[in-house]
């Protein structure tokens, strides 16, 4: 009885792996903009109804997952969504857009390493061909009849958090909460987003968007007092995502928020 048991709840446990694993379950999908697409993965909640509005989560993906394959952007965090359990307490709409090989999500003039600071953000200025895609992306979700508008939710990683910070100020009140995962911003900026509860991750160790970025949005929200929460990993180097994802309070304290 104990061996049947203990296969059983084996079998049961590699089901729910293969099904943890199992991409394809995202839907391939384009957004179209005049002459311009974005490609992106969608997954619905279990046993979706039109009838009823869920919330959206978009995510956003690094610079190494850029591309138009519309697969590279699963490569981190997907299955974080494809748990079980998740999909069980967390029913909710997750979009992964794919951002060309040539552009980047947020308004960056990249240095010439001369510096020693090789990220250049922007403040202001024009959306550049990527963002406003995502822009538009978002507008179409929005105006789906299956989509809780009081629960949008946006954040990524690397290029990714970049880009969090970047759509939050231009639609600060699209997004009831967000998260930043080794990311950085002008903290011109910071103001336009002070009232999104925002929680930032990053890695002590990371030499590709050094600590510092991070702090100094942080330390301009506090300036602003509107702190957000932060996380920072000491011996974690640019994977911070990965501690990130595994933080018992992350995803439950993203959905606590709405509009």
Known sequence: MKKFLSFAMLSLFMLQYSAAQDKSMFSKEIFIAGNDTLLYRMLLPENFDAGKKYPV???????????????????????????????????????FPQCPKNDFWANVKFGDGKSGDRFGFQKGGEPGKAMQLLLGLQTYLKSQ?????????????????????????????????AFAICG????????????????????????????????????????????????VYPEAGHNSWDPAFAEPEFLSWIFSHKR
């Open 57 to 95: 989560l978009m995510f956003l993906h690094g610079a190494g997952e850029r591309g138009n394959d519309n697969e590279a952007q699963l490569m981190h965090g997907s299955k974080l969504f494809l748990r079980p359990d998740i999909r069980r307490d967390f029913p909710a709409i997750v979009v």
């Open 145 to 177: 009849k299956y989509t809780d508008n009081s629960r949008f939710y946006v954040g990524g990683l690397s290029m990714g958090g970049m880009g969090t910070f970047e759509i939050l100020r231009r639609r600060p009140k699209a997004f009831a909460a």
């Open 184 to 231: 950085g911003d002008d903290i011109g900026n910071v103001k336009k987003y002070r009232n999104v509860p925002l929680w930032i991750f990053h890695g002590g160790k990371d030499t590709t968007v050094p600590l510092s970025k991070s702090e100094a949005v942080v330390n301009e929200l506090k300036r602003l007092n509107h702190p957000a929460k932060f996380t």
